[in-house]
């Protein structure tokens, strides 16, 4: 078990919910042996009243409940911290992630308790990665199970087919993306989901090779290709391992570069 926030969430939840149900049921308790006996009982400390502890588990209970729910079972908020998804997304990107479009799952344990739908060819995904499960990783989904992947000369095949990439220039890139300037901005016509990746010509060739996607995995790369560890390194991603789908951006404010990094332009871009 990690004792990540989500443990420290669901900890504060239980803790200040026990303290509010305790503090109310003795309240109820004084109450009635008063009014039993004939006393007025006053909302005061003296007389057993909430006490700070308790004030504060009131105020905060629905709150740290509220967080909890919207986390875990909704959309959850992460970070780009590096260049691995360029040119779709940026160092700096605050992205928001459906946590139920593959399914609800129980916070901490993630086990998957109702199953709503699965992923698609295509889908940015956070997950934890098989070498490092207590990190999310984003990337794209490229080989569904099943599925045989070759990725040779800076290209993807799949099930024998290439997978077609249109030149669209070179790139220019910006902040911490910078040093991705004089790439090759590509638009690859992945089945159902065409988007655009970076590819650096003079870059070695990694990861190359063919392997089958096995059942109830997922491979997935990253879209700046010359510069993501991904299945091609690691391995595949197990459907238990999935957080969520990336669907938007609602902050871009890259820290390398303090209030210059602040791009107001990418607030509410989607990702594709």
């Given amino acids: 078990m990690n004792f990540d926030f989500p443990t420290i969430l669901v900890f504060l939840v239980a803790i200040t919910g026990a303290i509010w149900a305790l503090n109310s049921l003795v309240t109820l308790i004084r109450r009635r042996q008063s009014l039993a006996n004939g006393i007025a009982i006053e909302e005061t400390s003296e007389n057993g009243a909430l006490s700070y502890l308790a004030e504060f588990a009131q105020s905060f209970f629905p709150v740290f409940l509220i967080v909890l729910v919207l986390r875990s079972f909704l959309v959850e908020p992460f970070r780009i911290p590096s260049n691995s998804m360029m040119p779709t997304l940026l160092t700096g990107d605050f992205i928001l992630v459906n946590k139920f479009t593959?399914?609800?799952?129980l916070p901490i344990v993630d086990?998957?308790?109702?199953?709503?739908?699965?992923?698609?060819?295509?889908?940015?995904?956070?997950?934890?990665?098989?070498?490092d499960p207590a990190t999310p990783y984003i990337k794209r989904i490229i080989g569904l199970p099943g599925d045989a992947i070759t990725y040779k000369n800076?290209?993807?095949?799949?099930?024998?087919?290439?997978?077609?990439?249109?030149?669209?220039?070179?790139?220019?890139?910006?902040?911490?993306?910078?040093?991705?300037?004089?790439?090759?901005?590509?638009?690859?016509?992945?089945?159902?989901?065409?988007?655009?990746?970076?590819?650096?010509?003079?870059?070695?060739?990694?990861?190359?090779?063919?392997?089958?996607?096995?059942?109830?995995?997922?491979?997935?790369?990253?879209?700046?290709?010359?510069?993501?560890?991904?299945?091609?390194?690691?391995?595949?991603?197990?459907?238990?391992?999935?957080?969520?789908?990336?669907f938007g951006i609602w902050l871009h404010l890259d820290w390398n570069y303090q209030l210059d990094g602040l791009n107001l332009s990418r607030i509410g871009k989607s990702i594709d």
């Fill in 102 to 105: 593959y399914g609800i799952r």
């Fill in 111 to 131: 086990k998957k308790i109702i199953d709503i739908g699965s992923p698609k060819r295509g889908d940015v995904v956070v997950f934890r990665a098989p070498p």
């Fill in 154 to 246: 800076k290209t993807v095949y799949i099930n024998g087919v290439k997978v077609i990439q249109k030149p669209l220039g070179v790139y220019t890139g910006v902040q911490s993306g910078a040093n991705m300037t004089g790439s090759i901005r590509l638009r690859e016509l992945l089945p159902g989901d065409p988007h655009d990746i970076l590819i650096e010509p003079d870059a070695p060739r990694r990861g190359e090779g063919r392997t089958v996607v096995p059942a109830g995995h997922y491979l997935v790369l990253g879209d700046n290709r010359d510069n993501s560890l991904d299945s091609r390194f690691w391995g595949f991603v197990p459907d238990e391992n999935l957080i969520g789908k990336a």
